[in-house]
Structures are given as C-alpha cells and as structure tokens.
C-alpha cells in the first residue's frame, strides 16, 4: 500500500494535497510554522496526526490479539520543533492516550501500549532521529 500527498511551493507559501482527497490545498507557511497564528497546517502537525492514528491502531490491534477489547483509544501526538545547530530539528512526539477497556488487566494494556509505542510503523520511521515518550492513562 502507498499513500501520497503533493505540496506545492509558490512565492512565500505552499499547499499540501492529499493523495486520498480527504484534504485539498491546505495551506501552509513559515509564519504559522514557526510563529503561529496563521491558518493552516504545517508538517509537525501532519507527523502529530500520523503519529497519534498510526499509535492508536496498532495498539487496538494489539489489545484485540490479546482478546482484550478496547471500548475507546484516544491519542494525542505533540511533536516538537527547535532550533538545531543548521537550522532547525524535530525532536521529539510525545504521546498521550487514554484507554477505556472495561475489566482488562491494566498491567497488560499498559504492555501492548509500551509495545505499539515502540512498534507502530510511524513510531519505527522516527524513533533513530526523536524521542517518542507515552504516557497512558488506562481505564478499566
């Protein structure tokens, strides 16, 4: 399976598509990027996005294997930009989700999330450049 997106860049801003058609021209610029305040996305927020869907699946997945069933997973994905000695460095995705899955072992959610932390395929891509922290609030 592939996916795309196509930017385009012209004069001081660009446009991100994606390939699905879910979203169209959403724009996207330095300001917003780096100051806020701007609409539209920016890359570091379309990484949150991925990140916290990519997480948020494999962990259902992985509490489903476990016979476990999960009746909510909500993940939140900070990623963070800095300054970097050229330029500038994404740093870290700090993860935060809540998991509602009545009568389930907590100790064992807590695992098959620490394993879908470490395992997601989004986690996989951006784990030998960031850190990727979770913090997991289990409901049972």
């Known amino acids: ?5 196509t930017a385009r860049w012209e004069g ?3 446009k991100i598509t994606a390939g699905s058609g879910l979203f ?3 724009p996207y610029n330095p300001k917003g990027r780096f100051e806020g305040g701007d609409p539209g996305t920016t890359p570091e927020e379309l990484i949150a996005g991925a990140h916290a869907a990519c997480f948020s699946m494999a962990f259902n997945v992985g509490l489903s294997r476990a016979g476990i069933s999960a009746k909510s997973i909500e993940t939140k994905a900070v990623v963070e930009i800095l300054p970097a000695e050229v330029g500038f460095a ?3 995705s700090a993860l935060t989700c809540t998991v ?3 009568g389930a072992d907590a100790a064992k959610v807590r695992e098959i999330g620490e394993g879908a932390r470490a395992n997601c395929p989004v986690s996989k891509a951006l784990k030998n450049n960031i ?3 979770l913090e997991l609030n289990v409901k049972t």
Do not use: V
Request: zero cysteines.
């Open 90 to 92: 994404i740093t870290q």
């Open 131 to 133: 850190n990727i922290t």
């Open 24 to 26: 169209k021209d959403a």
């Open 12 to 14: 001081s801003a660009g």
């Open 100 to 102: 509602e899955a009545p």
């Open 1 to 5: 399976m592939k996916s795309t997106a």
